[in-house]
């Protein structure tokens, strides 16, 4: 650069592809969180669509302000178009609070504006752990491998963001098939559209029209208002005093605040694989920031960098893609349309665009890590398919609970966890892997890409720490606890042990020449020697 501005758009045509699918992630995490308040933990209407809703656009609105200006200055200092980093409500965690923090107050005491208060209280102290993250950020980006960072994301992608959605598209078919048909054409093809109309806009039309046909989608102007925004000082006062007085909710509170800062960190990360580059500081600040002001004007749900920059990439999108999605979420908010738009469209005309952020998610890994790195991807994808498992097994308890099941064991019964194990189900195994899979994932996808490049010690450092975020609770376990040498945690210091004594003794040779493994395809040049770092 000659110290000229660079003349950066910040809305362009192709921003409207982007906007569908960004806004059709936020819409539909606000319609379930919003539904879960409401029928699950019986939350009045004045709540859930007077403060949480109107709250989070304010959270969505400040975040998305920050972002676009950080779009431009990326754009003045790279000297070329960026896209804007996408940003919501995280979905893996907005179910941690739900059911994590909301619900057990709300089941204990009866009590919904409790449970809202202590909602918006460990959203305010969740978002300064946040923002903390910015502290150790920038290094844990630099010493940990693309690999690990964007393997962990996929997994979050493949099984929470494609294949729950895809599973929506089947049981709903006449909806999803056609609303998926126009993502498959428009977005992953990338084939034009008469008129160039937005594939999304059309997938969600077409799958709405289908259902208004159908019965499933209805026209309900009851809830429209006016709903401001307004900080509830004194409710999240309450929220923080009563989370001071039963500090063991923070035991749920720290860990899943620890993943929020990693997965923006690794969300950086896969928009630096796209070529477009962020201060990941500066990021974790804001999303902590968000967050925090999002719980002063009434909601608990964390925001954070999303996951599928590189789909909005591919798009073209700039950063008017994130003004039009904040600004139509707010209306929204404030003027009670979200209910309106949940009766209007159905959840399997918008699925398919989600399938597509998935899909776009793991093709760009798979071009931004080296070939041989791929290893090391797919071992990090591994945990998420336990969480995931962990999350459909307990959705069948509460089920058989609804159904009043007489005589139901506890998920963790030691009778069932043997049943299930002689069904091959291993419900200890993967219990252990759900309990901060996204930490597992980057931890192991780190592990395995630096055995790879044969840096044995850089290796041996992360299944160090693993070890000490195990031994107290951090991952492969529900809560905090005092140090203690399990299994898990000695497993991982033999792992780390070894990768950081036998390079010292090995021979040479068998560092310096590769092995050829039958029926594998050969990624490796068998003459890469170790690298030793």
């Known amino acids: 650069m000659d110290g000229r501005t660079y003349d950066y758009k910040l809305f362009t045509r192709s921003d409207f592809n982007a906007f569908w699918a960004l806004f059709t992630d936020n819409l539909v995490n606000l319609l379930i969180l919003s539904g879960v308040c409401q029928f699950v933990f019986q939350m009045p209407t004045d709540i859930v669509f007077d403060r949480i809703v109107p709250g989070a656009a304010i959270a969505i609105l400040a975040g998305v302000a920050v972002y676009t200006y950080l779009a431009k200055w990326a754009a003045n200092k790279q000297g070329k178009d960026v896209t804007a980093l996408p940003y919501g409500i995280s979905t893996p965690v907005m179910f941690v609070y739900l059911f994590g923090v909301i619900g057990p107050i709300y089941w204990a005491t009866n009590d919904p504006l409790l449970a809202w208060q202590v909602g918006i209280g460990a959203g305010f102290v969740g978002g300064i752990v946040a923002a903390l993250g910015a502290i150790v950020g920038p290094f844990l980006k630099g010493i940990t491998p693309r690999a690990g960072m964007l393997g962990t994301l996929c997994g979050i992608a493949l099984v929470f963001i494609g294949s729950v959605p895809l599973a929506e598209i089947f049981e709903h078919p006449l909806i999803g098939f056609t609303s998926l048909l126009f993502i498959l054409w428009g977005l992953i093809g990338r084939f034009r559209l008469p008129g160039n109309v937005p594939a999304g806009l059309v997938a969600i039309a077409a799958g709405t029209v289908i259902a208004i046909f159908l019965g499933e989608s209805r026209i309900d102007v009851s809830g429209i208002g006016f709903y401001p925004p307004v900080p509830y000082v004194g409710d999240l006062i309450a929220g923080i005093h009563y989370l001071i007085a039963n500090p063991e909710l923070f035991l749920v509170l720290i860990p899943v605040q620890i993943y929020n800062f990693i997965e923006t960190m690794n969300n950086v990360e896969s928009a630096e694989a796209a070529g477009d580059h962020y201060p990941v500081g500066l990021c974790q600040v804001t999303d902590g920031a968000g967050t925090m002001l999002g719980a002063l004007f009434g909601s608990p749900f964390p925001t954070t960098v999303y996951i599928g920059h590189p789909a909005y990439k591919r798009l073209d999108a700039h950063a008017g893609y994130i003004v039009g999605v904040a600004a139509v979420i707010a209306v929204a908010a404030f003027f009670g349309f979200l209910s309106f738009l949940a009766g209007l469209i159905p959840i399997a005309a918008a699925a398919p665009v989600l399938v597509f952020v998935s899909v776009s998610l793991i093709t760009n890994t798979a071009w931004a890590v080296k070939p041989m790195h791929m290893a090391a991807v797919s071992f990090a994808i591994l945990p998420h398919i336990s969480a995931f498992l962990m999350v459909k097994w307990g959705s069948l308890m509460n089920a058989l609970r609804n159904l009043d099941v007489e005589g139901l064991p506890p998920l963790g019964d030691d009778g069932l966890t043997a049943a299930l194990l002689m069904e091959g189900a291993h419900y200890e195994g993967h219990l ?79 560092l310096e020449h590769r092995i050829i493994v039958p029926d594998e395809p050969d990624l490796i040049d068998d003459d890469t020697p170790a690298q030793q770092a």
């Open 432 to 510: 252990a892997l759900s309990q901060g899979a996204i930490i597992t994932g980057l931890i192991w996808g780190a592990i395995v890409a630096d055995v790879i490049d044969g840096r044995f010690k850089m290796a041996g450092g992360f299944a160090v720490a693993a070890a000490v975020m195990s031994s107290v609770g951090i991952i492969h376990s529900y809560t905090l606890q005092m140090p203690q040498f399990d299994g898990i945690t000695v497993g991982y210091l033999i792992v780390g042990a070894f990768l950081y004594l036998y390079p010292m003794f090995a021979l040479k040779e068998d």
